[in-house]
């Protein structure tokens, strides 16, 4: 029997190639976004879900238990970006990410658990980011978020595991998607202290989503994860240097990885 899944924020980007594959590959697989549209050619079938309002999501996870009866994996994957140095983000742009990438896959967490205990199985595949393991500069609002979604990760899939539900974590680097194009770009205030810093950066995080890796290499990861009886908590999906710099984190001196960082970032 082919599993049913569901994947948030399949628009574009890393959520449309992992539902598109899943599809490929025989599930049954419904897709989301805010505001679905009927041109969308795409071989999943896709619902309107916002991830900040639960009536949404409820309604969108009773239609699929009212057709298929069942739902077998949650792939979490909604979410935005933000950049910008903290002094000069606000602090309601901050709040609006946090919704949005915790307590929205949070919320999409709560709304699928109890139909996923009285199965007495399912998947939870949470999307984070590499930039979750550590405070990245101008990005430390987004960092947080997915630092913060790893954590809540670790804490659910002890609480759930004995209901046969499995809550794992897996973790991208860049990617060549638009999520820049759908970032919160805190702008480059002519009077900012970071006025310089902070434009050279910003030229410096597009150009690394630019570069990156095909989002069809997610796409196959979530596959294999939920084709695994005894998924591990973390995976990490990127280049080698990025999943290298988690690696550096845990085994050098603070103040030595912060160097390395703020060379990196120049600054």
Known sequence: MSKVVLVT????????????????????????????KKSDNVPFTFLALDVLDTDSINTAIS???????????L??????????????TPTDEMRKVFDTNVFGAVDVMKAVLPHMRSQKSGAIINVTSIAGYMGLPFRGVYSATKGALELITESVRMEVKNFGVQVVNIAPGDFATNIAAGRYHTPV?????????????????????????DPIVMAKAVFKIINTKKPKVHYKVGGFMEK????LKRILPDTMYEKLLMNHYKL
Do not use: W
């Not at 574009?12 to 679905?36: C, D, F, N, Q």
């Not at 979490?76 to 903290?86: K, S, V, W, Y």
């Not at 290298?244 to 690696?247: L, N, R």
């Open 75 to 88: 792939v979490n994957n909604a979410g935005m970006g933000i950049t910008g140095p903290i002094e000069d």
């Open 244 to 247: 290298f710099s988690i690696v």
């Open 9 to 36: 924020g399949t628009s574009s980007g890393i959520g449309k190639a992992i539902a598109t594959y899943l599809s490929e590959k025989g599930m049954k697989v419904y897709g989301t976004s805010r505001k679905p």
């Open 189 to 213: 205030f002519e009077d900012s202290a970071y006025k310089k810093v902070y434009a050279e950066n910003l030229a410096l995080m597009d150009a690394h989503v630019d570069s990156g890796m």
């Open 63 to 73: 239609l699929i238990l009212e057709k298929e009866g069942r739902l077998d994996v």
